[in-house]
């Protein structure tokens, strides 16, 4: 599918969402590609997402809503939510862990991501964050997740000198695929649907203008 611009569709009209699977799952999510190089070999082993082609990120929500449920109003709503937040610079600059189960990047202040989250949430509240099942929601850039305790703690110290990680977010980006982790389905099949940037003007308003 090729990538979509939520600013390009008509306010109310369906869109290709509509025809993909109907199990698929949606995200919202901060892309990192500077996190790339210091990650990826370890997450292309260690990340069940990382096989289904999520790259590097923090979550902002997920699960989304179903992708056949995403359409133009939804859209618009997602533009003019994000557009509300300013574009910010952050550092990845600590290795946390989640008991020995996943280990992962935190940012060095993660108020902004969290005020992303809890917007979002706001915004969709049918749609909680890890299907509410998570009693604080801790911004977090996974490492890995699998059961091999040694690689993981091997890819800790790995990453560590890689530290710090500087980047800047401008969009959310959403996107799209089957539930995470099941190795029967074909890999890489997780795919952006749309980037909704941050401090973005409403269409047909200038920055800057007054009324």
């Given amino acids: 599918m090729a990538e979509m611009s939520p600013g390009a569709l008509p306010g109310g009209a369906a ?10 799952e949606s995200a919202l999510l901060v892309a990192v ?18 096989r289904d082609g999520v790259p590097a990120h923090l979550t902002v929500l997920y699960p989304f809503l179903p992708p056949a449920s995403i359409d133009g109003p939804v859209l618009a709503s997602l533009r003019r939510l994000f557009a509300g937040f300013a574009p910010f610079d952050f550092a990845l600059d600590r290795v946390s862990w989640f008991g020995e189960d996943v280990v992962w990047l935190g940012p060095r202040d993660d108020s ?9 949430f706001a915004a969709f509240p049918d749609c909680p964050p890890y299907g509410g099942l998570i009693a604080e929601v801790i911004p977090h ?13 091997a890819a800790a110290e790995a990453v560590r000198g890689h530290l710090p990680v500087e980047a800047r977010v401008t969009a959310v980006t959403l996107m799209a695929g ?3 982790g099941n190795t029967a389905i074909p890999p890489g099949q997780w795919r952006t649907l ?14 800057g203008s007054r009324g």
């Fill in 141 to 153: 850039l996974t490492i890995g997740d699998r059961d091999d305790v040694a690689a993981l703690h």
């Fill in 15 to 24: 869109w290709s969402g509509a025809v993909l699977p109907p199990d698929w």
């Fill in 33 to 50: 590609p500077e996190a790339e190089p210091a990650v990826a070999e370890h997450r292309a082993r260690l990340d069940s997402s990382a």
């Fill in 178 to 180: 089957p539930a995470p």
């Fill in 112 to 120: 902004p991501f969290r005020a992303l989250i809890s917007g979002a």
């Fill in 194 to 207: 749309a980037a909704f940037p941050l401090g973005a003007p409403e269409r047909g308003q200038r920055r």
